[in-house]
């Protein structure tokens, strides 16, 4: 049974009419309603409320994959908080980062780079085009994805090139962007995808959902800490 | 003229007999002379004793290309001083981490992994094979460099997957090593270069100090701000 | 004095008057003008009527830089040409495949893969992206490049993912493509650059010559025979 | 149930008494026993006597993973064979390339280079590192498989970069290898593996066995003519 752990910022959602009817019992609720339809699989759930006390060590030691949501309220995860989601990621934890989770504290730990980019928020339509059509996120997803109305995120992303690039982003309003990227990072794997502004019904997509479903998949450990076990360690000459 | 500055810890070389044998006026010197030798530039050293206080941001916004090498004072740089390095190699300086500088809080925190190996201080024999042969790193080398003694470094090496990996190293005790890796992180470029341990004198072999000098080289901005000059921000629909 | 050959197919130029009418004296003859206006160079000119009687062995032991346009008549370029032409990459020569040249024999055969895509010729405007602006390439360009009117070419392009992707292409009609790739293929440097439609004055656009003379630079030998002096030989053990 | 097609020369072990001492079955033999033990599959064998004439376009059309081994007679490979080969693993066939196959028709058709190396027949120890420790091949692997007895395989090793690089081997005689390389090309997926010279008897050495079967399971075809399914076609403008 898969340990997964849900972080939504959970203020939009509370604080803003038009995006509570998108979303009324938060993003979190709709990912963990469609990942509980499909895997076995136990979800926790922390909101920007809980995320520094009660997202702890021990929480993240029993965690196969963590999903990040986080937009207006990055400073307010402690930069311990974060310290210990990367430093979980780096002993094997998967990770999920989600839309605006590019500037989240965690993602910005593991990819060292400052992960700006270009945006714009009039609902355009995106399309998502599959460039790396064996990457095991891009299973069961046809050549592209539209979405009618998303917040345009444009290159220049400020990112490490990625070991996979899986998507790139169609913006009807003249863009292009880097939407899906995997890295590994330590014993860990990160996916990094950028649909979901929360003021549109993305994360109900059955393709997004898709996508979230197999890199759920993808980046759940496939073994911890084997090549770790004496790290930064003094070793004898091998038997030659 | 090429703005240069040197970090050397300076600590084994003046608290160290066997060390100071070697390098007397401390690492920084002998990177130094040969720099001077080869470049126009202009040369600024900082130590562990300084570099909190000295190695400041308009230090930094001064400099195209800064060298570093620490080991067992790791600690004793600030996380501001990091940080501040780090930033500058983002927005475009160039950065060139020197053997031990594998842990050092700036390179760390740009790979955003733990950086951890295996190491083994025998002073074995280390044979470093150019497998870049084009990268400008290797150029003017041979197929490979032979050192007499160097401290093992060896794998697992706990990095991100190198844009290029231009050298690997082979020890006589059995292991091997990804001694030469470049990467490009926001604006800026990252060389790490494995060789160099205290007691031996790599930094004073020719063909190390040609790598190093073609590292500089290549590290060098090309341009700085251009493609971030309106870093995370909102911009309009193309005229399309 | 770089000597660069010239492969343009020449048949569209001379076989249909509206081509004709943007290109009257062949695609050759601008991308001539232009590198020899920027470049110190001695250029020689090939067409499909000479190619596989005329560039010999001799002539691309002499090319530093060999640039490649083709479309409708790839398959009378001999295999023996191509294999020609893919050996001297091999070897050091720098090659540049433009537009259509993706289908290319000599493109194919370096890349591995069928190099297939999507296409549309309807005229829609592309803008080109920098993803990677650090590379040699993307030098002296902003952040994009308008185009107003190509030939749409999309994903998925079935090429080997690039060592580094430069450009990412978008086009009104809804597609994207990685329209920049560069590549190390054995000693030698290879670029793809996707615009050039040959009904459309698109080298005669500022920004798409200096990303080629940007190009012609970046592939120009470094070093060529080098790594390779001993291809598949026997050596002796070390002196360890 | 996995369909694989074992291609093994088998003239060494025909030809060679000592050869024969250690696979006196051949080669394929050991691959198909190890791999049928472990694996639900239909296995069929191939060797220099009739891979032209049988290994047909059915037959690879009705294979998930080839696995090819060739060393003195990959001239007897007829240049359509391998093209054959190269097809189908574009079109989505796993391809697992053994050894001296680095030299073989089709792996060098796939890879676009001379894939030429240096060679030593020794039988010295090698040692072989993983260096991507989540890469599916490498699991149950610990930190390095050691072989008392090899061929040595060296830098420099003219292949394209590897998309992941999974092993580095190293040799008592100095030299270094990029021993393990995983590739994507077109819609199939390639996994080349240096170890098992003739004359030993690496291939019964559960380790190197884990390796190969790891390697079975990740050439296996996760999706096969899907993105291809219109290749190189002219498509419409999208319904933006």
């Excluded at 945006?119 to 790396?132: A, M, N, P």
């Amino acid at each position: 049974m898969l340990k997964i752990t849900i972080y939504n910022e959970y203020k939009h959602e509370r604080e803003d009419e038009a995006c509570a009817a998108v979303y009324p019992d938060g993003i979190h609720s709709v990912l963990q309603s469609f990942i509980e339809a499909d895997k076995d699989c136990a979800i926790r759930i922390f909101t920007v409320d809980n995320v520094n006390t009660e997202l702890t060590d021990e929480i993240l030691a029993d965690t196969d994959v963590c999903i990040w949501w986080g937009h207006m309220a990055h400073e307010l995860v402690a930069d311990e908080t974060a310290a210990r989601v990367a430093e979980h990621v780096l002993k094997g934890m998967g990770a999920i980062f989600l839309h605006s989770a590019h500037m989240s504290k965690p993602f910005i730990r593991l990819m060292g780079t400052s992960c700006t980019l270009k945006w714009r928020e009039v609902g355009e339509k995106e399309i998502l085009w599959v460039v790396d059509p064996l990457h095991p996120v891009a299973q069961g997803i046809g050549k592209y994805i539209e979405l009618e109305h998303e917040e345009m995120y444009g290159e220049h992303f400020d990112i490490p090139e990625p070991d996979s690039l899986v998507f790139i982003g169609w913006f009807k309003g003249g863009n292009v962007f880097r939407s899906g990227c995997a890295y590994r990072r330590g014993m860990g794997r990160v996916f990094y995808f950028q649909p979901g502004h929360e003021m549109y019904p993305t994360y109900k997509n059955p393709s997004i959902q898709k996508v979230i479903l197999n890199a759920v998949g993808w980046v759940a450990p496939v073994r911890r800490i084997d090549a770790l076990d004496c790290p930064q360690c003094e070793v004898p000459i091998m038997e030659i």
